[in-house]
């Protein structure tokens, strides 16, 4: 059996972070695809807060928009497994994306609550830098996503272990 770490990310929730909402109405229950109505319509108010960090969340589920900054970040290293698409806020301050993670890996396979830490099938992983685990919200990337994100200083947003492991 082979054990090999990734991570989590999310949004950190940080001291009067802007939190947005899509303008058309759109609520789901499932991670964004491409063909929503979202992608192509991707409008924004800002519902809370006042302080601009790279990761904007939704006000009321797991999506979020990044910065410009993350997303160059992200391109100049050549990471995989995203999807972009231009956000416009009324009333933002710079440019926002909005984010697709096109990659399903899992399922999970083991968990540890108390220590809010997943296993998932590790022969389902094909060296994509960033995924979703299958059947939840859950972000996860590499390690070298994690410390080139960290060393940029790319704000709001953060990481926890889990583990791919080979049955």
């Known amino acids: 059996m082979m054990e090999k770490q990734f991570f989590t990310f999310s949004p950190k929730h940080l001291f009067r ?4 909402e899509p303008v058309p109405k759109y609520y789901s229950y499932k991670l964004l695809r491409e063909t929503d109505s979202i992608v192509s319509n991707s409008k ?19 999506q979020f928009l990044i910065s410009e900054r993350f997303k160059n970040i992200l391109e100049k290293n050549g990471f995989n497994g995203y999807k972009c698409f231009p956000a416009e806020i009324k009333e933002g301050m710079g440019a926002y994306y909005g ?12 968990e540890d609550e108390k220590a809010n830490i997943v ?4 022969d389902t992983w094909h060296d994509y830098d960033i995924f979703h685990l299958g059947g939840t919200f859950m972000d996860v990337c590499t390690i070298k996503v ?6 940029e200083s790319i704000t709001n947003v953060e990481f926890f272990p889990c583990y791919g492991l080979t049955q």
């Not at 984010?99 to 083991?110: A, F």
């Not at 296993?119 to 590790?122: E, G, R, V």
């Open 44 to 62: 924004y108010e800002i519902k809370k807060g006042s302080k601009f960090y790279d990761v904007l969340p939704y006000v009321d589920w797991s």
């Open 99 to 110: 984010w697709l993670n096109i990659n399903e890996v899992g399922p999970i396979i083991k």
């Open 17 to 20: 972070e802007v939190q947005v």
């Open 146 to 151: 994690k410390e080139i994100l960290e060393n």
């Open 119 to 122: 296993w998932f099938d590790l």
